[in-house]
């Protein structure tokens, strides 16, 4: 039996618990996940070296990080590619680390609890210090943490991973199983606050293909069922505890796809995208380049983000960068589907949902969501070697 790595383990388990507070936690070297995150990969390279592999999972994404790099070429901001090309690669670089390390010296129930204690964490400072975590008069709550506001959007999304593996954990257990839920619902309610909508339809999404999936799962059937009828008391039991304000400005029927923004005819994510589709009819193959989404989209419109990570691949990459980079998500979501790990898939899925919504290749969460479910799998095969 190989032994666990607690460095790994814990450095690892460090970086999940404090994503919700990176933007806060920051100084002159940098975010200390930045810092966390090059210790583990120094870590790693040290205890492999002479043994560095690239596994058939990462080809495509491999392809995708070269084609990123040559589209320097024909890029029309050399800045833009910079910046936005050193974050992608120190997030390969990871990611490759990270499957380098064999699973089974991961203790990844440490990183499972590390996940629900930061999104229990991040959900507890809006829950219970409204007064420091307002954001908006709309009612609004993000982390508010030396001096920082964190994007209410993003700290929705990293408080999702937590929530997801909150349920997750609940199909797991075999006693005392609904303190996961209550977990879950913490979580689920400190995103609400947040007022991110395209949270709120990821995990609405993802939760409900979760339950559908087990309900076809006969030896889970009957927690599915459990985890629906909790689900139901749950939505009752916050909406009636959510601020009047909230629910009126971000989560009413009117508002909770923004179509309202669009018939105003304000800035909004509609009419970004709309521009956007101009782009990549007029380049569809090859793209703008890495990182210059904002330079081409000024081209058209004005210069803003995406706030869509598919549309961001087809404009900075077309149709070519869209596939390599599919291709490997694609086969991550099909590996976790053929283990009938529903709860991963969900996971994952929901992030992917969250995209829709948000430039999510840029943030830590997404790629840590990449990074867990390929441990998970990995992890699953070598159950099943053990048992036979």
């Known amino acids: 039996m190989t032994a666990k790595n607690r460095v790994i383990t814990y450095l690892l388990a460090l970086y999940c618990c404090l994503m919700p507070f990176e933007e806060a936690l920051a100084s002159s070297f940098g975010s200390i996940l ?14 492999n070296r002479g043994n560095w592999f690239l596994s058939k999972y990462q080809g495509s994404l491999i392809l995708w990080t070269i084609y990123m790099f040559v589209s320097v070429t024909w890029v029309s901001s050399v800045q833009w590619w910079q910046y936005f090309f050193r974050i992608y690669i120190v997030q390969i670089i990871f990611l490759c680390a990270m499957e380098m390390v064999p699973v089974k010296s991961i203790d990844m129930k440490v990183v499972r609890k590390s996940l629900i204690l930061g999104g229990c964490i991040a959900s507890a400072i809006m829950i219970l210090f409204p007064t420091s975590s307002g954001f908006t008069d709309e009612g609004r709550r993000t982390i508010m943490l030396l001096e920082s506001a964190l994007d209410p959007n993003v700290v929705a999304s990293i408080i999702l991973l937590g929530a997801q593996v909150s349920i997750g954990e609940f199909y797991k257990a075999q006693r005392r199983s609904i303190r996961f839920v209550l977990l879950a619902i913490w979580q689920i309610l400190g995103i609400l606050l947040t007022g991110s909508r395209g949270a709120l339809l990821a995990f609405v999404v993802g939760f409900s293909i979760e339950i559908i999936l087990n309900l076809f799962n006969e030896g889970e059937r009957r927690k599915a069922l459990r985890v629906f009828l909790l689900g139901i008391v749950a939505v009752i039991f916050i909406i009636g505890i959510l601020p009047e304000n909230l629910l009126q400005t971000r989560f009413s029927k009117e508002n909770i796809l923004g179509l309202n923004e669009l018939a105003s005819g304000s800035h909004n994510r509609y009419t970004i995208w709309m521009y956007a589709g101009k782009l990549i009819k007029n380049n569809p193959v090859f793209g703008y380049g890495c990182g210059n989404f904002f330079s081409a989209i000024a081209t058209v419109y004005r210069t803003c983000a995406s706030h869509n990570l598919y549309v961001l ?10 596939l390599l980079f599919g291709r490997y998500v694609w086969k991550i979501l099909k590996g976790l589907f053929r283990q009938q790990d529903f709860s991963t898939f969900a996971l994952l899925l929901t992030v992917l949902i969250m995209a829709f919504s948000l430039d999510s290749i840029t943030y830590k969460y997404f790629w840590m969501a990449l990074i867990y479910s390929r441990l998970i799998i990995r992890e699953n095969i070598e159950h099943k070697y053990d048992e036979e």
């Not at 930045?34 to 205890?47: E, R």
């Open 34 to 47: 930045k810092i966390i995150g090059m210790l583990l990969i120094a870590y790693v390279i040290i205890q």
């Open 313 to 322: 691949l087809m404009v900075e990459g077309g149709l070519i960068g869209m």
